[in-house]
């Protein structure tokens, strides 16, 4: 990496993206940062930070210039997984063995399943709230549901699902406490490390077991797929346990992010319940307003990389706050209100280009037929207590006190 930056071309704003203020309300900084310039120098996190929803997605789809290699999530995810491949035909190799259970159409299918999970977790934290008490929606609701759909997917027995939701837990925390810039670990980095390779020997174990009796699972399509074939057990495994890190916190706080900017905008909540066919578009806003993955990153290569004209130095870290792209004035009218009816135009709560989310549909499933049956049975749900927010790259409520 550069020690040096040209601010003359590019703005620096040393801004610390790991405070309580700036998990709790991140839009008061991000629009210090979009006021500073279009990317702007971060000496504290050590690179440059882009805001602008255009320069997000040039930035997401020029791979000349932009690669996952040495950037974070290879060292979360493993270098053979795809979610950091940037070998395009690699990359959709391995996406397209998953592809058609993912598609619009296959995750139709899963309603039944998936309204099955939602109404057991709906069942007990009702009756809890029911009976006067106040309940973290977040643990009692939202946690456990994209796992146990994901779970179900790879066709791992329920026996496990415990286990997957504690391995996912400390993989989560681990995302958001993050080595610091000297390569100092967390505890909670470290304790993920650990969850990392619990999961690792279980899900191995599970790729041998399939290998004798495939199934119609996910776990089964990989290992039995044509790029398996030249791959170790532990590259399979690495894009099996992506899955799990992928499409787990994610989902869940995006529930809780639904839970609570329905109870923050009433007329949205009530106009939402009366007529269902709004919910589509009300989740997108909610993942506009209040997206779960904040920030997304690369490096720069090849010498000649540019984001707004600025010369990114080769090596350089790019982050890029997609809540900031999110509500960019030049894409969207009104940028920080909420409003449901605003026209959909995609916004990056999932990600752009290659790498944009493989779990999409699904997740969207899980969030309408979420939202749907909490308007059902308890419409009148309301944030009891002070919501807590624990980091920003994957940022979602929690506790989420709910009481009747
Ligand atoms: C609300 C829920 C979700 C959110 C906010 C989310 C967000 C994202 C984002 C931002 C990316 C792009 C990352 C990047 O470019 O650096 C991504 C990629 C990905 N997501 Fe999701 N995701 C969600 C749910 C899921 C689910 C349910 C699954 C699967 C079970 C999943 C699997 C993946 C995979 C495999 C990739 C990598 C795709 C590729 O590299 O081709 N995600 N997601």
């Known amino acids: 990496m550069a020690t040096e930056h040209d601010t003359a071309t590019g703005a620096q704003l040393d801004v610390d993206l790991y405070t309580r203020e700036i998990f709790h309300d991140p839009y008061p900084t991000l629009e ?6 279009p990317v702007v ?8 930070m882009v805001t602008g929803d255009a320069e997000i997605r040039k930035t997401l789809s020029n791979f000349k210039d932009f690669t996952l ?12 997984a795809f979610i950091v491949i940037d070998n395009k035909p690699e990359h959709d190799a391995l996406r397209n063995v998953w592809a058609p259970a993912f598609s619009r159409g296959a995750v139709q299918q899963l309603r039944p399943a998936i309204l099955r999970i939602i109404d057991t ?16 929606a977040y643990t009692h609701f939202c946690r456990d549901i994209p796992a146990y759909v994901i779970a179900g997917m790879l066709g791992i027995p329920d ?51 399939r290998r004798r009796h495939p199934g119609d699972d996910l776990i089964s399509h990989m290992v039995h797929a044509e790029p398996a074939r030249t791959m170790s057990d ?18 869940a706080k995006w529930l809780g992010h639904i839970m609570v900017v329905m109870d923050r905008h009433p007329d949205a909540r009530r106009a939402v319940a009366a007529d269902r066919s709004l919910i589509t578009d009300a989740n997108e806003e909610v993942m506009r307003f209040e997206p779960v993955v904040h920030r997304t990153h690369r490096r720069a290569r090849g010498g000649d990389a540019r984001i707004a004209g600025v010369h990114i130095p080769d090596g350089d870290l790019v982050i890029m706050l997609l809540g900031a792209g999110n509500r960019d004035p030049r894409r969207y009218e009104r940028p920080q209100e909420f409003d449901i009816r605003r026209p959909a135009m995609g916004n990056l709560g999932f990600g752009f280009g290659m790498h944009s989310c493989l779990g999409v549909s699904l997740a969207r499933v899980e969030a309408e037929i979420a939202l ?6 308890i419409p009148g749900y309301r944030v009891a ?3 807590g927010y624990q980091g920003l790259g994957l940022r979602g409520p929690t506790p989420l006190p709910v009481a009747l």
């Open 32 to 37: 210090r940062i979009r006021a500073a310039g």
């Open 69 to 80: 290699d040495g950037a974070p999530p290879q060292r979360l995810f493993g270098r053979e």
């Open 121 to 136: 977790m709906l069942a007990e934290f009702e009756e809890r709230l029911r009976s006067g008490e106040t309940v973290d």
């Open 159 to 209: 026996s496990h699902r415990p286990d997957i939701v504690r391995w996912s837990d400390l993989m989560g925390a681990a995302v958001i406490s993050p080595p610091a810039a000297d390569g100092s670990l967390t505890p909670e980095w470290i304790a993920g490390e650990q969850a990392k390779a619990e999961l690792a020997a279980f899900l191995i174990e599970q790729m041998q077991h």
């Open 41 to 48: 120098w971060n000496g504290l996190a050590g690179g440059w």
């Open 372 to 377: 749907s049956r909490l308007l059902d049975r």
């Open 385 to 387: 207590g002070e919501v």
């Open 234 to 251: 532990d590259a399979i495994m690495k894009n099996c346990r992506q899955l799990l890190f992928a499409g787990n916190e994610t989902t």
